[in-house]
């Protein structure tokens, strides 16, 4: 099956205060009782801390993060929204 290329998608961590769809981190993928969350890496910009459940922190590039966020998506993760 071919791989559809998606890095020209909007992410969650683009969208800037005051867009309509902005929120805030952490961004918690959700699929029955597994979750994924994942949050900006302060300490080194242009890297992501993505974290299953409650195993080990993972510390991925941007790229990597792209390209998990959509797999997850396809294998029916949602994007919890945010109650801000």
Known sequence: ???????????PWDYQIGDENF??????????????TIEKNINNKGFFYLQKNEEKRLSLNALQT???????????????????
């Open 23 to 36: 929120q805030f981190e952490p961004w918690i993928l959700r699929k029955g009782k597994e979750y994924v």
């Open 66 to 84: 792209k390209s998990t966020f959509n797999q997850l998506m396809n294998f029916g993760y949602e994007l919890r929204k945010s109650k801000f």
């Open 1 to 11: 099956m071919p791989q559809k290329n998606q890095t020209n998608g909007i992410y």
